[in-house]
């Protein structure tokens, strides 16, 4: 027994270049629409993971700009000025303070890094609050500095492959020619920590030649108001706060802007597909006017023919549909390294997520819409009159 299904497919199969047209129509609205969802997740996602291996919530830096020092911090990059380590003592004392580190980022020209030589980074750090800081951390090998002033390193995972160097090396600070021990080489977080040489705070600051810090690192207490903290640390002199919940919110305000642009063509290009749709299966209904009418003539009643041609719909939406997440997930990394290349500020992982709860949404979506599309050819299908048909074709 042929069914409804069967009638509906082959009937698709009489014009298939039309048929073929309209599926590429609904497969690439499906994709675009399930990576900008996955974009939309994912993102947002890489960046709340970016703030919280950062290990605090606040920066206290001297005077600039706030947010290009925020990201420069998250990108790895060397702070704007310099500031008192006295600073750290006025802080700690603020009773919504969980925990502190100072940090002092310095930059040195490495002539070994690439054809015209590069910037090496060094992130001096306190081994007494720092590791605190970063609970995450794994060590592949070895562990952290002796003491405050040991002429010693701990390196990222890339830092350590990049220089080839083991626990019990000895690595060259560039410029200053000063040898140091690697003691320490973590394991692969995909943060910009794994391209970090991480040196004791009062060590670099020997090597360079300053007796001071250019970041302070605040861990807030859990219930603690991290407003009313910022207020209090607005009122020290010549120093910015920065908030990377205003610094997340910042960011994510601009992806917006970009994700309506997105997300508006992605409306436009499911209205086109879907009025590929309607054309596909109205044309079919027109040029079948007499084996509909025949259909009728045999006993078929409008709900029959109705959901005849609706099934059309079903198939041609699903089968686009399902195409369109195949594409979705087999080019995310494609999708994620473009994204990368055309965002202000890219944060480390994976930009794009699309899991099967997202991908079935997404179809759930399409099938619905393109069924509200193929209503007016269903209904007027049905309404066909069987003596009408057969006497206009014939």
Not at 3 to 10: C, D, N, R, S
Not at 226 to 253: A, G, H, R
Not at 345 to 368: C, E, N, W
């Amino acid at each position: 027994m042929i069914t409804p299904f069967q009638v509906a497919y082959k009937n698709l199969l009489r014009k298939k270049v039309r048929t073929l047209l309209t599926l590429v129509g609904i497969t690439l609205s499906t994709w675009v629409l399930v990576s900008l969802f996955g974009f939309n997740r994912g993102y947002e996602k890489a960046l709340n993971r970016d703030i919280e291996n950062m290990g605090y919530q606040l920066m206290v830096m001297a005077k600039g700009c706030p947010y290009e020092a925020a990201t420069m911090m998250l990108q790895g990059g060397t702070g704007l000025r310099y500031m008192d380590q006295s600073m750290v003592n006025d802080i700690i004392k603020e009773a919504e303070v969980d925990k502190i580190t100072p940090i002092l980022m310095q930059a040195f020209f490495d002539p070994n890094k690439g054809e015209s030589g590069g910037i090496a980074g060094y992130f001096g750090v306190d081994p007494a609050t720092y590791p605190a800081m970063k609970p995450f951390f794994r060590f592949r090998s070895g562990g952290w500095f002796h003491d405050n002033s040991a002429p010693e390193v701990v390196m990222g995972y890339e830092a350590a492959e990049l220089e080839q160097r083991e626990v019990g090396d000895m690595t060259l600070v560039p410029e200053k020619n000063v040898q140091l021990k690697v003691v320490g080489i973590l394991e692969r977080t995909g943060t910009q920590d794994d391209g970090t040489i991480f040196v004791p705070l009062k060590t670099l600051q020997r090597i360079a030649g300053i007796d001071k810090i250019t970041t302070i690192g605040i861990k807030v207490k859990k219930d603690a108001d991290i407003t009313k903290l910022e207020n209090k640390l607005y009122q020290l002199k010549d120093v910015q706060v920065v908030s990377f919940s205003q610094v997340k919110q910042t960011i994510m305000k601009l992806i917006s802007t970009a994700r309506v642009m997105v997300l508006s063509i992605a409306i436009v290009a499911i209205l086109i597909a879907m009025a590929g749709v309607v054309n596909t299966v109205l044309m079919s209904v027109l040029e079948r006017l007499q084996e509909i009418g025949i259909l009728k003539t045999m006993g078929a009643m409008p709900g029959d023919i109705f959901r005849l041609v609706w099934t059309e719909t079903l198939i041609l939406c699903s089968i686009g549909g399902i195409a369109g997440i195949g594409f979705a997930f087999l080019f995310a990394r494609a999708t994620d390294l473009l994204m990368r290349r055309i965002l202000p500020y890219a944060p480390s992982g994976g930009l794009v997520a699309i899991d099967g709860k997202l991908a079935l949404l997404t179809l759930g979506s399409i099938i619905t819409t393109g069924l509200l599309s193929g209503l007016y050819p269903a209904w007027k299908a049905g309404r066909v009159r069987p003596l009408e048909s057969i006497r206009r074709d014939g």
